[in-house]
Each structure stands twice: as structure tokens, then as C-alpha cells.
């Protein structure tokens, strides 16, 4: 996961968040938020009634949540889904790809840990908390999710797992929701970290009053990029005036200093605590026990998300470097899935693979299956120097490393 990139590449000169380190504070956050829920007197009771709270299964469904995020993060996910739902290679796998449920898919079923049972061999309460989405995708090609949780080849293993849940069908279970939230959290405030000490948020221009160009620009892009109706708009702006990154800030822009730094760790961790200790509570519905995550501060996170999106994902040179991972992935989907059907070339698969290529007796659904967790077990130096090397363009030598 160290290999694999969050929002920019690992391999940046400047240190940004992977999926390994943005996993580990997933964890620390989640673990945070479980252990103040577990603090407030009024919600012990109300606990009792939801099958109560294990900060354990939290702290691992965080560990768990992205390890089906492939190379590239979300540019081949979205790759991966049209090529698996695409029938130009003979068959259509209409669940295509999602990061989500590949996630569920390794825990359950790719991950060795023991040679007789596939997996991880993981309690019914971590797998469940596991599913942020905890359904599959329709089954009407017209109708396609956005996002799903589980693939047709665990179905079996999703069932076992919410068997009992106290949530209803469709909705997560409390350690679920904890780590969704996490995640929410640690995205919002540690992507702004990154890229203000990159130079590429104006954090600093944001809390002296930025220009009225300066709030346009973030304002439109936010807008349009949300489709966000006049209630909307008007949430976020007040979400915009309360938060502290706006209110307070940054003096000037990050040099370095040992100054620039503490300030930055101020901010930050006082963000982090605050979401962490203010966000939650158990409330009694007329349809159960549910986990309340404040409006407010959703909003405040939906508006430091916003931050990344509009200064670094949106950019010009996020967007010339997403078309080429695409082409990557395309390019080496094709290769491995020609080399998987053809005898001859398969060694170039790893035996893993291989041996599950052998098992699928030429169905090309279940090959490209296979392709597919291929692709998305390699990092990101990986994918470029494996397509060098069957593409030719760079052919190494007989003594370099492949893949395993």
C-alpha cells in the first residue's frame, strides 16, 4: 500500500499521504472516535440496545478498508470497472470493479494466511464493519451503483457476514460507520496538509481574507463539481465561516520553518480532535438506535475536501497524469489477459495467478476476474516497469526481480 497513491504518487519529491499512511490514521482516528463514543454516559445504554461497540473490530475494518484500492487509486478503479464490464474481450463481468469490495474480496478470499482455508479467516463482526457499502451492484446493466461493496464471488461470505447485524438491511453496522467517518475525516485534513505544504492550497490566504478571485474560483468549482443546489450552497458557506482553517489558519504561506511546522501541527491536530470528540452520538429513533454524525461538522469536512479537489485533483497536470495511468492499465489489462488465455505466454503471469487462471478453464469472466486482482495487487512502480518490459520499451535484464 506504501506504493500506491492517495491523491498525488508516492514517488513525489514532496512527502505526501499514500493508501499505507492515510490507512494507519484511518486507524488512529476510527479507534479515537470509538473510544469517545464509549466515554459518553448517555450512550452505554443505547449501545447495549445495537449489539454494542469493539474498538477492535474498528480499528481493523480501518486496516481493511483500502486494500482493494489499485495502483493509481481511483483512475483504475474506474479503468478496471469499464474493461471488466466491457464484452470486447468475449464476456462481460457485469459487477465490474470497485475498490471497496475488492477489499472484501482479499480479505475473504485472495489474502494467505493459511494454505486450507482462503483468506484471512476473519470474524463476522470485522468483515461486517469492513462493508462502508454493504450491498452488490444491480444486477440491471442500466442501473449501475456508483458504489458497491461486495462482488457475485463472495456473495456467500456477505451473507455469513451480516447475518444477525443489528443494522437493517443495506445500512452499516456501528464499527462501519465509525470507520466510514475516519476515513471522511482523515482525507479531509490530512490531503489539505499535504498540498499546503506543497504550495498548492492557499491555506494562508484563505484566514488573512482571501480575494474576492481567490473565494470565486474555490466557490465555482465547489459548486459545479457538487451539483449543489441553493440549500447546499448555502450550508457550505456557513461551513466555509465556522471552520477553523478559515477563521484561524496559517500566518503566511509553509517555508519549512520550524515555526511554519508547529503551526501546521497545531491546526491540524486541533481539526482532528475536534471531529473526533464533538462529531458522534447514539440517538433513539422511532426506527432504532442510530449513529448521529453532526451536520456541521460533515460540512466542515465536505469543505476541506473540497480544498483538494479544487487546488490539486482538478488541475492541468493531476489531469495529463490521470490519462496516462489510464492508458497504462488499459495497455496492461490486454497484455496480461492475452498472455492468460495463450498456453505459451501464461509464465509471465505469477504462478498465483497463474494457478487461478488454470482453475478457470478458459472462462473468460473468470480471467478477467483474475486479471484484474492482478493488476490491483501491484504498485504503482510496478505497473510502469512491468508494461516496460512486455511492451518492450524497457527490457531489463534476466536476473531483475518480476513479480511474485
Known sequence: ??????????????????????????????????????????????????????????????????????????????????????????????????????????????????????????????????????????????????????FDTEHDDFVWCRCGTPAGEGLQSLEATIMDWADDITYAVHDMEDFFRAGLIPLDRFAQGAGERELEYFFRNTYSRRKSDEAERNRLKAAFQRTEVFTIGLPG?????????????????????????????????????????????????????ELTWAYVIDSTSLVAQRFGQRTLIRSLFATFYDAAISE??????????????????????????????????MSEAQVVAIHQRLTGQSLGSAMDAYLQ
Do not use: C
Not at 519549512?256 to 491546526?267: E, F, N, Q, W, Y
Open 1 to 150: 500500500m506504501s506504493g500506491i497513491t492517495q491523491v498525488a504518487a508516492p514517488s513525489e519529491l514532496y512527502p505526501v499521504h499514500n493508501r499505507l499512511t492515510h490507512t494507519l490514521k484511518v486507524a488512529q482516528v476510527a479507534r479515537g472516535l470509538a473510544e469517545s463514543l464509549l466515554q459518553q454516559p448517555e450512550s452505554r445504554d443505547l449501545l447495549t440496545e445495537v449489539g454494542g461497540l469493539d474498538l477492535d473490530v474498528v480499528e481493523a475494518a480501518s486496516l481493511a478498508h483500502d486494500l482493494g484500492h489499485p495502483p493509481f487509486g481511483h483512475v483504475a478503479e474506474r479503468t478496471l470497472d469499464q474493461l471488466l464490464i466491457s464484452d470486447a474481450m468475449g464476456a462481460s463481468v457485469p459487477d465490474g470493479y470497485d475498490g471497496n469490495a475488492q477489499s472484501f474480496r482479499i480479505v475473504t478470499k485472495l489474502a494467505v494466511h493459511r494454505d486450507a482455508v482462503p483468506g484471512l479467516n476473519l470474524t463476522r463482526a470485522t468483515l461486517n464493519a469492513i462493508l462502508k457499502y454493504p450491498w452488490q451492484q444491480s444486477t440491471d446493466p442500466e442501473v449501475r451503483l456508483g458504489k458497491w461493496g461486495v
Open 253 to 305: 504561506p509553509f517555508r519549512g520553518s520550524r515555526t511554519d511546522r508547529a503551526a501546521l501541527r497545531k491546526l491540524t491536530s486541533s481539526l482532528i480532535h475536534r471531529y473526533i470528540t464533538e462529531s458522534m452520538q447514539l440517538v433513539e429513533t422511532p426506527h432504532g438506535v442510530v449513529l448521529r454524525i453532526s451536520p456541521e461538522l460533515q460540512d466542515e469536512v465536505r469543505i476541506l475536501k
Open 344 to 377: 505459451k505466454d501464461r509464465a509471465i503471469l505469477p504462478q498465483l495467478y497463474r494457478d487461478d487462471v488454470e482453475r478457470a478453464e478458459g472462462d473468460p469472466r473468470q480471467i478477467k476476474r483474475v486479471v484484474a486482482d492482478l493488476i490491483s495487487s
